[in-house]
């Protein structure tokens, strides 16, 4: 060794040693992020808390997180980019696609320029500003399954993705892997635990009714109206586990959405029809603006779901509204959307509770009359409309009333069907 090759010498080794500090620092942030994850049972935090981990710690510009449902559908469920974060779940073909190529195959996957791999597919893309140049993708593993893909998508200041980046989200997927089914599992148990509270009201008024339904000294008017609350603590039973079956199934991707052209005037139409002698009943009107079912207006997507969406918000306004009130339907179009909405003169949404009336289980504090329900329609109704592509609000006056909305795509912008 000679005075000359000393300079290069010394280069060599305090590049080794920022890259043992690098690397060193990476695997505290992994430490400090797993504790964060396995302390988080909400999945749509958790989902959150993975997406910027991942761009926090590969220094990328953007990274998303897909999920394989238990119907063997892949779904993205969180991303976040320089726009923001959206935590719309978008269906992903396992086939042909690069997600589904990791979530198959069980590797990593690394691409240096998108635009040379045919398997790539630009329409995410092609939906916003952001342009995908490069990309790693890892399996999220649970033991032996796979339950998703974790990818990190643009590497900050157009540099390459290194083998310590392929083993530090390689890592991080293991422990968002494990967190998300935790998640899902508390998730599940929050679900039964809720709905065997739910059902015992009802059953317990069975009960009760049926233990002094048969006694002699009942008169033929008692014993009627007795019948009447089994029939309708029975309806109710019925309702509610009808909802918490369909929750859990949409919770779990266990339903899948229909892709066929729906006529959304005629669908609500009919949903109009079918809740008028509701309405009538309560002494409420129920007008319809709506433009002619003439066939021209159409979206992509299952109709009975749909459906089931409008029926539940008219259901929903004529419930919380006064007799003598007044209930409108309105639909239209809105840009690339369709947009529908359910105004109602009832007695109106706090300030406070606004933000959480589409949450699992929540209802509206309200003792003007007995309303019964699982607190789980709104959020079957999100559920359904963000499937389609779509997006579903409220705003709302106490004391005033409120108009709840949702809007459809049309099918120039409509998700393409799977099937």
Not at 67 to 83: K, M, Q, V, W, Y
Not at 225 to 233: D, R
Not at 262 to 284: C, F, G, P, S
């Amino acid at each position: 060794m000679t005075d000359a090759d000393l300079p290069e010498m010394l280069r060599d080794e305090n590049s080794i040693i920022r890259r043992y500090v690098r690397t060193l620092a990476r695997y505290e942030r992994l430490m400090e992020i797993s504790r964060t994850l396995n302390s988080t049972l909400n999945i749509n935090t958790l989902l959150e808390q993975i997406v910027r981990a991942a761009t926090d710690l590969i220094e990328t510009e953007a990274a998303s997180i897909l999920l394989l449902n238990r119907s063997g559908t892949l779904h993205f469920e969180a991303s976040i980019d320089p726009e923001g974060l959206s935590l719309e779940s978008v269906e992903v073909p396992l086939d042909n696609s690069l997600a589904g190529w990791v979530v198959t195959h069980g590797e990593p996957l690394l691409i240096a320029d998108v635009r040379q791999e045919p398997r790539w597919s630009s329409q995410i893309d092609d939906t916003t500003t952001f342009r995908t140049r490069n990309l790693l993708a890892v399996p999220m593993r649970v033991q032996r399954r796979i339950v998703g893909c974790l990818e990190a998508v643009n590497k900050r200041d157009d540099r390459a993705f290194t083998d310590e980046d392929v083993n530090t989200l390689t890592t991080l997927a293991a422990q968002a892997a494990v967190a998300v089914e935790n998640a899902r599992l508390f998730e599940q148990s929050d679900l039964i635990s809720e709905m065997v509270h739910e059902i015992r009201t009802p059953l317990a008024a069975i009960r009760a009714t049926m233990h002094i339904i048969d006694r002699p000294e009942l008169s033929e008017e008692k014993r009627r109206k007795l019948l009447e609350t089994v029939q309708q603590e029975t309806s109710r039973l019925t309702n509610l586990t009808t909802e918490f079956l369909d929750f859990a199934r949409l919770e779990s991707g266990r339903t899948r959405l229909q892709r066929r052209p729906v006529d959304i005037i005629r669908l609500i139409w009919d949903a109009a029809e079918t809740m008028r002698q509701q309405a009538d009943a309560r002494n409420i009107t129920l007008d319809t603006e709506l433009p002619t079912p003439d066939g021209r207006f159409h979206v992509v997507g299952d109709a009975e779901k749909i459906r089931q969406v409008v029926l539940n918000l008219l259901s929903n306004a004529i419930k919380y509204t006064r007799p003598g009130g007044h209930v409108w339907l309105r639909g239209g179009l809105d840009g690339n959307f369709f947009r529908v909405e359910v105004e109602d003169t009832g007695i109106g949404i706090s300030e406070r509770h606004l933000p959480h009336v589409f949450d699992k289980f929540f209802r509206v504090d309200d003792d003007t009359s007995d309303r019964h329900g699982s607190g789980l329609g709104l959020a079957i109704a999100r559920r359904i409309v963000e499937g389609h592509g779509g997006t579903i609000g409220v705003r709302s006056e106490q004391g005033k009333g409120s108009v709840f909305w949702f809007m459809l795509p049309l099918p120039s912008s409509a998700p393409p069907s799977p099937d």
